[in-house]
């Protein structure tokens, strides 16, 4: 299942977003969403898990989950 992860502090690694979700299971993927001309992150990405049970409980889990002093938002992505 792909998510959405947004709202989450700039300087936020690749590295710690599968960090974030370890508990859960082993991310397939994580796509940070780069601003074209600064190279930088715009808070935002997109994760997959295989397990679409376990995708589900992460989100119930993390969304509005408070990292760095920003409150996370994890949807399924549309």
Not at 31 to 56: C, H, M, P, R, T
């Amino acid at each position: 299942m792909n998510l959405y992860l947004g709202n989450f502090h700039y300087s936020v690694t690749e590295e710690e977003i599968r960090q974030l979700f370890e508990k859960y299971a082993e991310l397939e993927s994580v796509n940070i969403i780069l601003d074209k001309k600064s190279g930088k992150s715009k808070g935002f990405a997109f994760v997959e898990l295989k397990d679409d049970a376990v995708a589900l409980r992460a989100i119930e889990e993390l969304n509005g989950k408070v990292i760095r002093g920003r409150t996370l938002k994890l949807s399924q992505a549309q």
